[in-house]
């Protein structure tokens, strides 16, 4: 579970990460939120929003990892942290990855979906790239560009 918390804070740094409960649910309204992460000691009422921000998508899946607030903060740089939600598919299923290797009967179906998931996701993506570029050979560079003006 040391890990866990490294890889959240490598997902914060690419900017992925939602911390707290309202950029959680703003994430989460706008359909961005793939996996909603909860320590494990958070608030009742917390835990409550939490589910009820992953419920206005089918998209928003919502854990209660193993880690306490303060172990869910010290990997993002605070205090404590009680919920993160996670706004990229492949940091998804990496996290979802993590939680199944230390505890493969509680998470392993949840990383089983996401991986699929991600996976798809891929796929489209490699698809649209396909689409977009074009066959043959590159433009010449103009003799106008590398001259100097006088």
Known sequence: MDNIPNLLGLVHRAGKLAIGEEPVAALCRDHKAYLLLLAQDAAENSVRRAHLSAQSSENNLCVTIPLTKDELGRGLG???CAMVA??????AAAVADR?????????AALSQ???EKAARAKKRRDEKREKTTRPGKPKARSANNSKKKP
Do not use: H
Not at 86 to 91: E, K, N, P, Y
Not at 99 to 107: F, G, R, S
């Open 86 to 91: 996670i706004g990229d598919m492949g940091f």
């Open 78 to 80: 605070r205090n404590s």
């Open 99 to 107: 939680l199944a290797k230390a505890d493969p009967e509680n998470y």
């Open 113 to 115: 979906l996401l991986a």
